[in-house]
């Protein structure tokens, strides 16, 4: 390459008036080809004032501080518009009942006498008036969307979001049953009419027309064929819903069947192969993807998937196993509906893609934690704890019993028993601070993956059931007022001490150290108090592990202890957040 040999020559263009025009030095070429460097005069040295004021540290204004977001570094969930919030309010605003839905009247009824039963003032939550009657096809809009989608003969799929503990299972169970209801009974028009045919038939050709038929002892159409499939992450969520459709199926009149890695396989093949056929399956994503390869007409009736906690089902551990399920139901599926609490960025971008004409039924309070929950935070780094956590979170605990043994006192002798769900980021840690809270008199039990499935399941039990659970009159060592002559910082009776045979017991008390795992969807109805032993790692963290208190209009408490590494920022804003009854971002 040669360079042009006009390089070094000044422009040959001259202004309008006939002046030759310069060469352009404000422009990005401006620089370029020049003999010597156009440094037009050299730097001034600064004063010594002016040294000093750019080394002293900026104080940023407290406005500039205020807007500052902590957690925009932990942003990971959807952001979801305050105008549709707003407009979803207003439309469910003039439902009060469960009778204005379109739904048959044993479905009501058992909504009464089985589900909610011995509930005063009954009414659907938000996401149930907002859910169900899409769910059914009986809105304006859903109608119109499900006419011209079955023109094109697709599936309708639909995303309910809703708060933790607001009643999504219900929100879709509900109509799910109620298609399976009608679909049955034209299926039994249908089956009627075919045979009145056969008999006829068979009269007019068979000279024996008159001899009995022959019985068939085929095994009914359903049995391994489902027409509805649940899908859960945990074999205690299996449970959960699994019961909840049995009792359901009493008054309803269905089949349903359980399973997950909790049941032996002689029960699974016994449940799914029935005799009697069955209607609607409940089963973790692994197992019902495995049985599906050995056996694919298990999916090749279902007609309504739900994906419950689709945010955890559709994530890396369990997608390939979610996916291949719904891949092999989709021929015959007519509803999929995904549930979930929180809406991650990573889910809201894989339905996009996916499922661009997902129906997104949004509660006008997803992603904010209610304000009936509050938020207390106990600093580990200051007096008396000294950066000791597990120290920290057994005073917390005992501060707990005893406030509830001094209720006690004017309260005739009888108490609810408390039960306080500890959440913490690591499996290891549930063994080791269940272990120091046993030391320190404190009824603890681990959870977490390793725990068998037996013990998870008795375990949770007793955090799920609300029913008041008497406890005889506590130790009168235990109850001592904090202004009592006796009293002494609870800090003071908790020594550090390495564990030996507890002096103390703290006896109306159970708590639960887990991790993630019993933050997903269990119904712990029975947990008024919730700590954070670590601060959680997202938001989206922050919503389920506080979701396990405070659920259906209950009151509860959350305590987050915060140690030295710990982001106190994000606990701020969570904190603030939950004030003002904001959604997380
Ligand atoms: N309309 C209602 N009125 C009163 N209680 C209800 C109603 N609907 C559901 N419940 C109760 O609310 C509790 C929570 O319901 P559910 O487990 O379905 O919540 P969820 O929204 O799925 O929670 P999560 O997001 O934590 O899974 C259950 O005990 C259920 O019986």
Redesign the pocket.
């Known amino acids: 390459m040669t360079l042009s040999p006009n390089v070094s020559r000044p422009p040959t263009r001259t202004t309008p008036s006939g002046r030759p025009l310069g060469r352009r030095t404000n422009s990005p070429f401006g620089g370029m080809n020049l003999k010597y460097a156009d440094v037009r005069q050299e730097p001034r040295n600064r004063s010594q004032v002016e040294v000093w004021r750019s080394s002293r540290k900026k104080v940023r204004p407290q406005k500039e501080r205020e807007t500052f977001h902590a957690l925009k570094m932990h942003r990971a969930l959807a952001l979801v518009s305050y105008g549709e919030r707003n407009s979803t309010k207003v439309k469910i605003s003039d439902t009060n009942s469960f009778d204005d839905f379109p739904l048959l009247p044993i479905i009501k009824e058992s909504v009464y006498s089985e589900?909610?039963a011995g509930?005063q003032d009954?009414?659907?939550?938000p996401?149930?008036r907002l859910a169900i009657p899409v769910l059914l096809g009986n809105e304006s809009r859903g109608a119109r969307r499900r006419s011209s989608m079955a023109e094109k003969k697709e599936m309708e799929q639909f995303l309910l979001a809703?708060?933790?503990?607001?009643?999504?299972?219900?929100a879709y169970l509900l109509p799910v049953l109620d298609a399976i209801k009608r679909a049955e009974a034209i299926d039994a028009e249908l089956e009627a009419k075919k045979k009145a045919e056969e008999e006829e038939e068979r009269k007019s050709t068979n000279f024996h027309a008159l001899e009995a038929p022959v019985l068939s002892d085929a095994p009914h159409p359903t049995t391994g064929r489902p027409r509805a499939v649940i899908l859960l992450p945990t074999s205690e969520l299996v449970t959960q819903v699994g019961r909840l459709t049995k009792t359901l199926s009493h008054t309803v009149r269905f089949r349903s069947a359980m399973i997950s890695s909790a049941y032996t396989g002689k029960v699974i093949r016994n449940r799914l192969f029935a005799p009697t056929g069955i209607d609607v399956l409940i089963s973790t994503p692994h197992l019902l993807a495995s049985i599906s390869e050995s056996d694919p007409n298990i999916l090749s009736r279902v007609t309504h998937l739900v994906i419950d906690?689709a945010d955890s089902l559709l994530d890396r551990s369990f997608a390939p196993s979610t996916t291949t399920i719904l891949d092999k139901a989709t021929p015959s599926l007519k509803k999929l509906i995904l549930c979930s609490?929180t809406i991650p960025r990573s889910l809201d971008s894989y339905l996009r893609q996916r499922f661009p004409d997902i129906r997104r039924l949004v509660t006008p309070n997803l992603h904010a934690i209610p304000r009936r929950v509050q938020l207390g935070v106990v600093d580990v780094e200051k007096e008396p704890y000294r950066g000791n956590k597990n120290l920290a979170c057994a005073d917390t605990i005992w501060s707990i019993g005893k406030a509830a043994a001094e209720n006690r006192t004017g309260d005739g002798g009888n108490t609810d028993v408390q039960r306080i769900l500890v959440f913490v980021n690591e499996r290891e840690t549930t063994q080791e601070l269940a272990d120091y809270l046993t030391s320190k008199g404190i009824d603890a039990a681990p959870l977490n993956r390793d725990t068998p499935e037996q013990r998870q399941s008795e375990t949770l039990n007793a955090f799920t059931t609300a029913n008041k659970e008497s406890v005889e009159v506590i130790s009168e060592e235990i109850v001592v007022p904090p202004s009592g002559p006796n009293y002494r910082p609870l800090h003071q009776t908790i020594s550090d001490a390495p564990p030996e045979r507890p002096k103390r017991h703290l006896p109306n008390t159970k708590v639960l150290v887990s991790t993630d795992l019993g933050s997903?969807?269990?119904?712990t109805?029975a947990v008024r108090h919730v700590i954070l032993y670590d601060v959680p790692h997202s938001t989206i963290d922050f919503i389920h592990r506080l979701?396990r208190t405070g659920?259906?209009g209950r009151r509860g408490r959350g305590y987050v202890l915060v140690g030295k590494n710990d982001r106190r920022d994000v606990v701020r804003e969570v904190k603030e957040g939950m004030f003002k009854g904001q959604a997380l971002i």
Do not use: C, F, N, Y
């Open positions: 589900a909610l509930l009954l009414a659907p939550t996401v149930q809703a708060e933790t503990g607001s009643g999504k299972t219900l906690e609490a997903r969807g269990i119904d109805l979701g659920r259906m």
